[in-house]
T-cell receptor
Framework: ELKVEQNPLFLSMQEGKNYTIYCNYSTTSDRLYWYRQDPGKSLESLFVLLSNGAVKQEGRLMASLDTKARLSTLHITAAVHDLSATYFCAVDMSANSGGSNYKLTFGKGTLLTVNP | DARVTQTPRHKVTEMGQEVTMRCQPILGHNTVFWYRQTMMQGLELLAYFRNRAPLDDSGMPKDRFSAEMPDATLATLKIQPSEPRDSAVYFC?????????????????FGQGTRLTVV
């Protein structure tokens, strides 16, 4: 069974600081998503990482994927209050199912609070 | 602006009543997921469909939950009878998967969710 672990689960940081959220997964995967969720809202896709070494950046967020280590990171640079939200990573376990099952298993999420 | 549409957005019902949630996937997407989100369990995959056929519903309590896709533009999730522990936000998501895997130009898009409260 695929397990997806995020840490930390709670992150309180000050504006202007940098931090990294980690996403570890237990078995081989070939596709990893990062989503953002604001309170009471839906999940918004931030990044889709498709291969080992993939790095994507959007504004103050940068995501990377190391498939050998089964690790993805979401790095926050110079945080601002607007980044306060819950961030989820999700892993596609299709590589483990002979390519027949393309579905997403989610981590528990990281609740990020950016304080002024 | 293509989006996944879910109805209703909110539902309050009494224990024992039937609840039906609906989802309209993005036009052209062939894969539909149903997720349930709670504080305790996070996001759990209940069921998913490809080309309207159910592929996996192992995450769903079979005695009271059922999921169907009557046509390509509608997916439904029913709970009968509902119980207080079913209170959660239910999300539908859709995507496009080709024979070789996910279409590189698409991803899984989520609807706004149905917030269900069973009292």
């Amino acid at each position: 069974e695929l397990k997806v672990e995020q840490n930390p689960l709670f992150l309180s940081m000050q504006e202007g600081k940098n931090y990294t959220i980690y996403c570890n997964y237990s078995t081989t995967s070939d596709r990893l998503y990062w989503y953002r969720q604001d309170p009471g809202k839906s999940l918004e896709s931030l990044f889709v990482l498709l291969s080992n070494g993939a790095v994507k950046q959007e504004g103050r967020l940068m995501a990377s994927l190391d498939t050998k280590a089964r690790l993805s990171t979401l790095h926050i640079t110079a945080a601002v209050h607007d980044l306060s939200a819950t961030y989820f990573c999700a892993v596609d376990m299709s590589a483990n199912s002979g390519g027949s099952n393309y579905k997403l298993t989610f981590g528990k999420g990281t609740l990020l609070t950016v304080n002024p | 602006d293509a989006r996944v549409t879910q109805t209703p957005r909110h539902k309050v019902t009494e224990m024992g009543q039937e609840v039906t949630m609906r989802c309209q996937p993005i036009l052209g997407h062939n894969t539909v997921f149903w997720y349930r989100q709670t504080m305790m369990q996070g996001l759990e995959l209940l069921a998913y469909f490809r080309n309207r056929a159910p592929l996996d519903d192992s995450g769903m309590p079979k005695d009271r939950f059922s999921a169907e896709m009557p046509d390509a533009t509608l997916a439904t999730l029913k709970i009968q009878p509902s119980e207080p522990r079913d209170s959660a936000v239910y999300f539908c998501a859709s995507g496009l998967v080709r024979s070789g895997g996910w279409d590189k130009n698409t991803e899984a898009f989520f609807g706004q969710g149905t917030r269900l409260t069973v009292v």
